[in-house]
């Protein structure tokens, strides 16, 4: 650009009006220096930024034209702006205050970086009405090039000064940098501690779980000894990640480390012509007080044996403050820099948490305020559930003391091996005893509560979560998580903990539905419904336990005239025999009383599902099912519950219900096949009567099942 000339009161003394000033436009973001008349200044300007100049100290009073010389004139670009109160538009500068007549701001940038000081300059001129001159300044400019980036649209490269790194939106249309929690364990020192809980990098597994970062400068090659460059983060995000400089020195000289570098390589943006990357520099890290962080000795392992990093490289979180100083240090042969840092996550969102944290690069200038800053901003990723219908991975069982549960894992192998997933079996040093694998889900997180007790609601054959729904015209494309809890009439019956319902609920991506679980001695969802895979329809369908279908099938059984045949034959519960005839259950009117009630209650959840998952009858199948009363303590299943089921695609391990013996097959296992088995599922039945369902738990409740994640991006989601 060119010179830049002008009238400082164009048209002011004609008395002419003046056209309608133009629509507004946007402030521009700029730091303001102050000039002083007949005098040269020496200043720091970052490429992008913009400098504004306040004429009114250069300009005399009797000034009424200027001419503002850029040098280099291509790459230092100067505007001037009138910044009068419109009101006084087309005033004499003689009529009113003259510092206000004279407000004039002239904006400068720089368009690339200096190769070495004041190598940049603008000169300000002013002459009054005869051609004399009315004030002059000079303004040296040594401009470097500083930015902060992430990969903020996701796709795998960290872009040079992307212009939404700073935000976050959700949506298909959206953009901003994802975080993981890093909480699983990928150490080789045997802990069970996740890798959330130290401050290093546990090898180059560990790496994969966190988000690349990386500081670029360009610039002279010394920085002005009173400058200093920082990344700093509010001290509460410092709570909630880990940031990890990968240093130049440590990465070339021990090659336990060369797989992180090339690791985090593949992450980051290829070199250009316009910001060329020659690969990492040293960065000397140091502490709030300016000293020196000193590397430690590395303590010498086996050749070959993969290792951790060492806590030096960690420079921001829980263990290190939020505030670290990096070492300008550009090459001298292209004057650039590029250091390169891992970021993890270490709390998922929660009720004072929304998942983002921010990091600010800082040009700082001695102890006064910041006269550059750059701030990217991470979103968290929530914790998600995976429903039935995604493919399984893996599933798990507990071994129990002494083989009591050894015929129900065979049974179960038989299962995984006919769905080709893998079982996982927990021994007893590891399981201490517990058999209920629906204790813990995976990505499991601890929560605790200074004013609650858990209680049964806190396990989590309590907590399921739907296939992708559409309800009340919203979309839930990852599906909605169900708990189960008290009567929305009952203040004192049993719920979730509000630590853990408020946990799920801030995730946001998988809006919770409470049901009614309370009316159940142990109280979980898991006992009255399930969702499976199946052909047509929504691609899945809802599995309700049924005493109404459990009596009508009793019913047509006893029409049949086979209502002296036996269910429960051979089985004990409790010491006792536990057979009874078709007949005899019919007969006993005390339990069909109780299960009417039940019923009522699976129908009032019937209800609140279709409601919000947006089911039809048509996406609900009834399976046989009864309850008794467990002395006052709520209703507990009387045979084998078939919806607490494992589902392994199109496979199902479900309870062996052990019902009536009809043309030599249990007419119970034969309905639910005649139910599901033309939806493209296959039926499997699982003896868990004296392992799992004396003990007032199943199959599901002894399982769990490692899932393959969704396909669908979770940040397109609109919560």
Known sequence: MGKCLGKLFDGGASGEPKPPPPKQKPAVKARTIRLTRGASRSEVIVVGQYLAVDLSNIASDD?????????????????????????????????????????????????????EKDDKLVTFEFTDANGRPAGQAEL?????????????????????????????????????AVLLVNNDNDDFEGTFDPDNKNSRIDGPLDIKDMSPMVVRMRGPPKLPAEYSIRLSTPPECAERMGVFCLQPDVIKNDRRLEDLSKMLNEFLTKPTEEAPDIGLNHVEMRDLMGNLIEEKEKDEQPKGED????????????????????????????????????VEGLHYPDTMFDGQVSITLTLQRGRGSPIYEDTVVFQVAPWIMTPNTLPPLEAFVCEMEGGENLSFIQELQEVTSAASVPLVIVPQVVNRGDRWMQGKDFGYVTRFSRTEEPNSLDSFGNLEVSPP????????PLGRILIGSTSPTNQYGRRMMKVVRSFLKAQRVQSPVELYSDWLAVGHIDEFMTFIPARGGKGFRLLLASPDACYAYLGWLQSQGHGNVPL???????????????????QDSKLREENQVFQDDIDWNRDKLKRELGLTEGDIIDIPALFKDEEGRGAGPFFPDMVNMIVLGRHLGIPKPFGPIVDGACAFESYVKSLLQPLGLSCNFIDDWSSYHLMMGEVHCGTNTLRKPFNYKWWHVEP
């Open 140 to 176: 040296s400019l040594t401009a470097y090039f500083l930015s902060l980036d992430v990969d903020c649209d996701r796709d795998g490269v960290v872009e040079v000064n992307n212009p939404h790194k700073g935000t976050w939106e959700w949506g298909l249309r959206g953009h901003g």
């Open 469 to 476: 729904v559409t309800a009340n015209g919203k979309k839930y």
């Open 63 to 115: 000034a009424v034209s200027y001419e503002i010389t850029p040098y280099p004139k291509d790459d230092v670009i100067v505007s001037m702006k009138d910044e009068r109160p419109r009101a006084t538009g087309n005033v004499a500068a003689g009529g009113m205050d003259s510092a206000l007549a004279k407000k004039m701001v002239v904006y400068v940038y720089a368009r690339s970086h200096s190769v």
């Open 307 to 342: 290792t951790p990093l060492k806590s030096e490289n960690h420079v921001m979180g829980p263990d290190s403050g939020n505030v670290v100083e990096l070492d300008y240090r550009v090459d001298l042969r292209d004057n650039t820099a590029t250091y390169e840092f891992a």
């Open 568 to 586: 429960f034959e051979g089985k004990e519960r409790y010491g006792f025999p536990a057979a009874v005839t078709v007949d005899q259950l019919l």
